[in-house]
Each structure stands twice: as C-alpha cells, then as structure tokens.
C-alpha cells in the first residue's frame, strides 16, 4: 500500500512539473492542480496509513496510537477547497488574458 501510494505522489509530481513547464497557460493550471493533488496525498500519508483504526472517540480503546489521526484528513479537506477556489481563479484569469491577448501562451505571443 505505502509503494503504490509513494508511486502515485511520484507520477503525480513528476506529471505536475512536466505540466508547468509548457508553454501553455492551460497547461499551467493542470500542472498545478497535479501539483495540489501530490502534495494533498503526500499529507495524507503523513497521518499514517491505517486500515481499519478506531474513530477519535470509541469504547474500549484507551492507547492513544490505536485512533486514527484526524488531523491530516482536516488538513487535506481544506487544502481540497482552497485548491478548487484557486482554479477557478486561475481558469478566469487564463480566459481573460487569452481574450486581451488572442493567445495561450504564458509570455502572451506565439512563437515563430
């Protein structure tokens, strides 16, 4: 589970840097959503990988190394909303400045 779960952050990273590296701002802003997408599971991850650990309050368990963190799951939430907003800025900027300029391209003018 831990290897496939690094394997995917890698892919996801290695994509998102690819991405943002293009010269298309479209391009930009799916990079950067892999980027968010990596780092989100990246912290997920932090929280330890736990099947089947106990809910923050239950009966019977008094360790507190049996419940599972919620912690990490808050953190990520959050960064979800934050990412979604930001795209959303992002795509609107990316329309206008494709509307002023007639091109996709981040420095705003075609190569020849």
Not at 47 to 75: E, I, K, M, S
């Amino acid at each position: 589970m831990e290897l496939t779960l690094a394997i995917a952050i890698g892919v996801l990273t290695g994509s998102g840097v690819w991405l943002i590296l293009r010269p298309r701002t479209y391009q930009l802003v799916i990079g950067l959503s892999l980027l968010s997408y990596a780092v989100n599971l990246f912290i997920f991850a932090m929280g330890r990988l736990r099947v089947g650990a106990a809910p923050v309050l239950a009966d019977g368990v008094t360790n507190p190394a049996d419940y599972a963190d919620p912690v990490p799951q808050a953190l990520v939430l959050t960064a979800i909303v934050i990412g979604f907003a930001t795209t959303a800025l992002l795509l609107v900027v990316l329309l206008v400045s494709r509307g002023l300029t007639g091109s996709d391209h981040v420095d705003g003018r075609e190569s020849r």
